[in-house]
């Protein structure tokens, strides 16, 4: 079969700073009524247009079952931005450049119609636009529609060979939101679905975690700083805690909730990825598949937990009523759409073990809930003590380990906690810590994870989102934690505004540890 | 009495002490906080150093530093040094702790100009980069500029309002150390086309039309001026860009310039000027570009505003056969105020070859005929 040579590279493009903005496309948000989409995906294309990362050639369309005009989709999502967005107000004349390229469809996953009336509207819009017959499908819907909207896209031949027309370089890309599946099973079955649509290459699963900057400032800080490297293994590191921690309750998404649980919503992806960035090996390339070739050896990595083990390794809980900044809050099981007896966790806490050269014997301990005592999402690299102190015995109860913390969100930054002598005419030691915040350091106004993913998604580039053997690789490990969860007594109760139930902390006392606060 | 400048620095220096010695608040963790640089800013004429600390101040509450803005005076006359200090805080994020930094500002006269290095290093805080902002004309054996020059990390010029000869000058300067003292070298005029490239780059980033970029058959550069003005900093850095990057050659024909393409095609170049109230002399208000191949023709134009130069119209029409299509956008430059401009360029990665053969190449045009009319 002839192959067409490479594409020349724009000469103009050849040591250019400035960032490059995403390809002409038209970019398809299903979903466009929801939550998502207002609060996080209208105003990254806001900014993104703010800092003119949008090419000329760009279209939104908006799909959803409600009844709007192209006019009145607009004013919802100008409400939205003007809400949403890190930058505020909205520039009058950029957001009337912006919203010309705001188009709605009306329709149902379900029905074949919706995507005959969007493929004719694509059609309008490559010529009206300049949008090249490129197409970004977003998927901001819950995963029960994944399918049938990616059947939708397939049977309308809105993607593959016909999407393209006489046009060999046009492309076509989906964006799906986690939860991907609620258990390997039907991961796999949705990965075999979108399979029939989609390469891998044309598929970028988001977990937005990704696109937070200190997650990807640990990849700089490992294997960019010579000083860390030789001490972050076995011998030098004692455990690595990784917590996820939300002050705030399920917040009216009780159904969605029920369904999840703080495992399948937080651990299985976003405390999973934070971990393989934390023990991955360094990758040969910054090439998406290198790098997620070595998430996917940690994840292999694992020590799967036999049914048994659970119990000694895994803690799980349910937030009672209690206190968060001070003002009294319901129990889980009071929130609206939860059941009365609900034996859905709230909270989980688990002991890992990461089977490898470099992590053999070491703890990764892991907790993730909701209405604990504020919202902090941090990875803490906690050393060894020195084998041996020259400091009097009587002054020694000052000495703790040196931590290493990198701190995901809110205060995004890496601190360093050591010992230093207080100042006197005795030695008195006591701990210091080094803080690095990235809003000092470089600003406040970082581009939201949102920002980063979508233009990424525009221009092709796969780094930050997962691959199929990743997330069917996260939920293998996981899948025996729920297996196990669901045949055990119900969640122990924690109050609302406390750190998790009493029995979390034995996970680490046995080893001689303990949480920290962060 | 004035106070000798040794005795100006200690105090200042105990001064800045004293910023950085605050004990925490009971119960809280004794913290040491990262600095990011030494932002030092020479400013020439006290007016242009007054107003380059209001500039340092903005910056400042970005990025955290310690500057040091430095006017100089009179370097014939007395000698003596002028300083003070202040720290400059603003409010943490989201309500975080409060971000301090400290500026110092000096004025120097006298040998004192001279001497400059030596009181600057005294104050400079150990261990992190240096940035030497240099505003105006400068020769590289300056004896105020060379030993700060070498100290620094980094050096941004403004070739805007010093000279394209400046910028070219110390490019090559700096390329002639070896490599592990060579200064990095911005360029706020240079900073501020960032955008204009990036438009540009993206009349061909479709792969139908890469080909194009390197059969353009036509330039033309609008710059604020009255007619008959030499072609500025701006333009000429952008017209550099484009050369270096498309590999086109000046040559002259008939005493005028004009540019040939690698496959020997000549580019006609237009330089126009337009007066424009709103731009700075010498800003860049428009560009037009092109190019051709077989049936494919494309016209592609940059203007800014006339009433708001900080906002721009890309516009781009595709000739194919018969077919026709055109595609604009409205975008903002935002590269009119000083403080976002220096914080870019600060932000910029430390060495630009792109920046320096650019200047190079449009440093070259010295004794060319480039005037806009």
Redesign the interface.
């Known amino acids: 079969m002839p192959t067409s040579p490479p594409?020349?590279?724009?000469?103009?493009?050849?040591?250019?700073?400035?960032?490059?903005?995403g390809?002409?496309c038209a970019v398809v948000i299903f979903g466009a009524s929801g939550d998502l989409t207002r609060r996080k995906l209208m105003p990254a294309l806001y900014n993104l247009a703010?800092s003119?990362a949008l090419?000329?050639?760009i279209a939104i369309v908006g799909v959803a079952r409600g009844e709007k005009t192209d006019d009145s989709f607009r004013a919802g999502m100008r409400e939205a931005v003007g809400r949403f967005s890190r930058r505020k107000p909205i520039?009058e004349?950029?957001w009337?450049?912006f919203e010309r390229g705001l188009t709605y469809v009306r329709g149902a996953a379900s029905d074949p119609a919706t995507y005959e009336s969007l493929r004719a509207h694509l059609a309008r819009l490559d010529a009206d636009?300049?949008t090249?017959k490129n197409r970004l499908f977003y998927l901001a819907v819950p995963p029960s529609e994944f399918g049938p909207i990616v059947e939708g896209l397939r049977a309308s031949r809105l993607v593959g060979d016909a999407a393209r027309g006489q046009?060999p370089?046009a492309w076509s890309r989906v964006v799906f939101e986690k939860p991907f599946g609620h258990d390997l099973a039907s991961a796999r079955e949705l990965n075999d679905t979108i399979a029939l649509a989609f390469n891998e290459s044309q598929v970028f699963r988001i977990d937005h975690y990704l696109g937070k900057e200190t997650v990807q400032n640990l990849l700089v800080l490992r294997f960019a700083n010579l000083l860390f490297e030789p001490v972050w293994g076995r011998e030098h590191v004692d455990h690595v805690q990784i917590t996820v921690a939300e002050d705030i309750g399920v917040e009216g998404r009780g159904r969605f909730y029920e369904q999840t649980g703080v495992t399948r919503d937080i651990v299985e992806n976003h405390l999973m990825q934070l971990l393989c960035l934390t023990a991955m090996e360094p990758p040969i390339s910054l090439v998406a598949d290198a790098v997620r070739d070595e998430k996917v050896k940690v994840l292999r990595a694992l020590r799967p937990m036999e049914l048994a083990e659970v119990n000694h390794n895994v803690v799980r809980g349910q937030y009672a009523r209690g206190t968060v900044h001070g003002e009294e809050v319901p129990a889980y099981v009071e929130e609206p759409d939860v059941a009365a007896n609900s034996r859905v966790e709230t909270y989980v806490a688990m002991r890992c073990f990461v089977d490898n050269w470099r992590w053999s014997g070491v703890p990764f301990y892991v907790r993730a809930g909701k209405r604990l005592a504020r919202r902090v999402t941090e990875i803490a690299i906690v050393f060894h003590e020195v084998p041996r102190t020259l400091f009097r015995a009587s002054r020694l109860s000052g000495i703790t380990p040196n931590v290493l913390s990198v701190r995901i969100q809110?205060?995004e930054g890496i601190a360093l906690?050591f010992i230093?002598k207080e100042p006197g005419q005795q030695t008195v030691l006591?701990?210091?810590?080094?803080?690095?915040?990235y809003?000092?350091?470089?600003?406040?106004?970082t581009p939201e994870a949102y920002e980063r993913l979508l233009l990424d998604a525009m221009r092709g580039e796969a780094t930050l989102f997962t691959r199929r053997d990743e997330v069917e690789a996260q939920w293998r490990y996981i899948d025996p934690v729920l297996s196990a969860l669901g045949s055990e007594a119900p969640p122990l109760t924690y109050p609302a505004g406390s750190w998790g139930p009493d029995k979390a902390d034995d996970l680490l006392t046995r080893d001689g540890c303990r949480w920290r606060k962060p | 009495m004035s106070e000798a400048p040794g005795q100006v620095l200690g105090r200042i220096e105990q001064e800045l002490r004293r910023y950085l010695s605050s004990p925490p608040p009971p119960g809280e963790?004794?913290?040491?906080?990262?600095s990011?640089r030494n932002l030092v800013v020479i400013g020439g004429a006290p007016e242009i150093t007054s107003r380059w600390v209001a500039v340092v101040d903005e910056v400042l509450?970005?990025?955290?530093a310690r500057a040091i803005v430095v006017g100089l005076e009179d370097p014939e006359g007395p000698d003596s040094l002028e300083a003070n200090s202040s720290a400059v805080s603003s409010p943490?994020?989201?309500g975080?702790?409060v971000?301090c930094s400290e500026r110092v500002t000096m004025i120097a006269r006298g040998a004192v100009c001279e001497r400059l290095a030596s009181c600057v290093e005294m104050l400079c805080a150990s261990d992190v980069p240096t940035t030497l902002v240099w505003i105006g004309r400068v020769h590289t054996d300056d004896p105020t500029f060379e030993p700060l020059a070498r100290d620094a990390d980094r050096i941004i010029l403004d070739a805007g309002h010093g000279s394209l000869a400046s910028l070219a000058q110390v490019v090559h300067w700096a390329g002639s150390l070896p490599g592990s003292d060579r200064p990095g070298v911005a360029d706020l005029a240079w900073t501020r086309l960032?955008?204009w490239?990036?438009?540009?780059?993206?009349?061909?980033?479709?792969?139908?039309l890469?080909?194009l970029?390197?059969k353009i058959s036509r330039i033309a550069i609008t710059q604020a001026s009255p007619p008959g003005v030499a072609l500025g900093s701006d333009g000429g850095l952008m017209l550099g860009w484009?050369a270096t990057?498309?590999?086109l050659k000046a040559t002259s024909l008939a005493g005028k310039l004009r540019l040939v393409r690698p496959n020997e095609g000549a580019v006609r170049l237009d330089l126009r000027a337009q007066p424009a109230a709103r731009n700075p002399r010498g800003a860049l208000c428009g560009l037009e570009i092109e190019a051709r191949t077989g049936e494919l023709a494309l016209r592609a134009t940059i203007t800014c505003e006339k009433d708001d130069a900080d906002?721009a119209l890309?516009h781009?029409d595709i000739e194919s056969g018969s077919k026709r299509?055109s595609?604009?956008?409205?975008?903002?430059l935002r590269s009119s105020e000083a403080a976002p401009l220096l914080?870019r360029t600060l932000?910029?990665?430390r060495y630009?070859?792109?920046l320096a053969e650019s200047a190079t190449w449009a440093d070259e045009l010295r004794d060319e005929e480039v005037t806009c009319g």
């Open positions: 594409l020349a590279p724009n000469p103009l493009r050849r040591g250019l700073v400035e960032d490059r903005a390809e002409a703010w003119r090419p000329a050639g520039e004349a950029l009337a450049d636009r300049g090249g046009d370089n809110p205060d906690r230093s006591r701990d210091v810590a080094m803080d690095f915040r809003g000092a350091a470089f600003g406040s106004n | 963790l004794p913290t040491a906080h990262a990011t509450k970005v990025i955290p943490g994020e989201g975080g702790p971000v960032a955008p490239q990036e438009l540009c780059a993206r009349i061909f980033d479709e792969p139908n890469r080909e970029a390197t484009l990057r498309l590999g906002k890309w781009r299509e595609i604009e956008q409205r975008v903002r914080e932000r910029r990665p630009d070859q792109t």
